[in-house]
Nanobody, 121 residues
Framework: HVQLVESGGGLVQAGGSLKLSCAASGRSFRNYAMGMGWFRQAPGKEREFVADIRRNGGKTYYGDSVKGRFTISRDNAKNMLYLQMNSLKPEDTAVYYC????????????WGQGTQVTVSS
C-alpha cells in the first residue's frame, strides 16, 4: 500500500511561481525503486502528463506545455517529490496529482488526492 499526499497548491498571478510537494509513505513504497511523476486535470479536460522522474533522479521528462518552465525533482532520503512551477500561465490552472509506479517502465498505479493550482490573469 502506498500513500501520496500533495501540498503547495494555491492561487497565483500569471507569471508567478509555486512549488508543489508530494509526501510518499506506506508499506509498499520503495523510494529507490519506484518511478514518480506529476499529472494534472483541468475542468472538462482529460488528465494530462506534466513530468516524471526516474527512480534514481537521473532522467526527467516533461510535457510539451511545461517544458522550460517546470522542474521535477525528488529526494529519496525524505520520500518526497517536488514540482517547481515558474512563469505560470492561466492555462496551467488544474488539479495537480502526484503519482507513483512500481518501476520506471510500468503504468502509474498509485495516485494522490490532488492539489488545486489556480493561475489568474
Amino acid at each position: 500500500h502506498v500513500q501520496l499526499v500533495e501540498s503547495g497548491g494555491g492561487l497565483v498571478q500569471a507569471g508567478g511561481s509555486l512549488k508543489l510537494s508530494c509526501a510518499a509513505s506506506g508499506r509498499s513504497f520503495r523510494n529507490y525503486a519506484m518511478g514518480m511523476g506529476w499529472f494534472r486535470q483541468a475542468p472538462g479536460k482529460e488528465r494530462e502528463f506534466v513530468a516524471d522522474i526516474r527512480r534514481n533522479g537521473g532522467k526527467t521528462y516533461y510535457g510539451d506545455s511545461v517544458k522550460g518552465r517546470f522542474t521535477i525533482s525528488r529526494d529519496n532520503a525524505k520520500n518526497m517529490l517536488y514540482l517547481q512551477m515558474n512563469s505560470l500561465k492561466p492555462e496551467d490552472t488544474a488539479v495537480y496529482y502526484c503519482a507513483a509506479r512500481d518501476s520506471d517502465y510500468t503504468a502509474y498505479n498509485y495516485w494522490g488526492q490532488g492539489t488545486q493550482v489556480t493561475v489568474s490573469s
